[in-house]
């Protein structure tokens, strides 16, 4: 079993929509989550963290992490066609070198 | 703002070449990463560094060897280029204590014919 399961897409929805992007994870010694924004042949862009459980507003953008399930959340509202990109969501623990990472959700928002 | 720079955006070599890949960071960072991204694979791990002259190897490091001379500088070896090493590498870099910052660069598509 992957440390972190992402479903892959592709996801395509209209200008204006609220978006939801996942992540699922096995290791429960996670407490550091984020949220990366990569565009098409380009690196990853960091876009949101949390640390542990909750909710983290940033504008359109809101992160959330419940620890109890293994399942960390991305919605964007009203979604724009610049929001068109991957997203990856990568975790750690508070100890140890590591990141774990999705292997992405590509998004297209159609204007 | 963070920024780390790699050398190349686009590389295209033989195969049997030895090849440089080159990455700066201008934060201090005590930690760097070196990543390759294949579709349908994510991001895996090759090689990272705690500190100069440090490293230790990630998931992937079979073919790989890296060269932390300085702090700002990490850079990927690829001793004896091969078809399977084409890909997107990915440098990173982290401030030790600072789990939740991951900083990338813009990535090098290494193309090995």
């Known amino acids: 079993q992957k440390e972190v399961e992402q479903d892959p897409g592709p996801l395509s929805v209209p200008e204006g929509a609220i978006v939801s992007l996942n992540c699922t994870y096995s290791?429960?010694?996670?407490?550091?989550f984020m949220w990366y924004r990569q565009y098409s042949r380009k690196g990853p862009e960091l876009l949101m963290y949390?640390?542990?459980?909750g909710n983290k507003e940033d504008g359109r953008f809101t992160a959330q992490v419940d620890k109890s399930s293994k399942y960390i959340s991305l919605f964007i509202r009203d979604s724009q066609p610049s929001d068109s990109a991957t997203y990856l969501c990568a975790m750690t623990s508070n100890t140890g070198n590591q990141f774990y990472f999705g292997t992405g959700t590509s998004l297209t928002v159609i204007p | 703002d963070v920024k780390v720079t790699q050398s190349s955006r686009y590389l295209v070599k033989r195969t049997g070449e030895k090849v440089f890949l080159e990455c700066v960071q201008d934060?201090?960072?005590?930690?760097m990463f070196w990543y390759r991204q294949d579709p349908g694979l994510g991001l895996r791990l090759i090689y990272f560094s705690y500190d100069v002259k440090m490293k230790e190897k990630g998931d992937i490091p079979e073919g790989y060897s890296v060269s932390r001379e300085k702090k700002e500088r990490f850079s990927l070896i690829l001793e004896s280029a091969s078809t399977n090493q084409t890909s997107m590498y990915l440098c990173?870099?982290?401030?030790?204590?600072?789990?939740?910052?991951?900083?990338f660069g813009s990535g090098t598509q290494l193309s090995v014919l």
């Open positions: 290791n429960s010694a996670f407490q550091y």
């Open positions: 990173a870099s982290s401030l030790e204590g600072i789990r939740e910052k991951l900083f």
């Open positions: 949390t640390y542990s459980s």
């Open positions: 934060m201090d960072h005590e930690n």
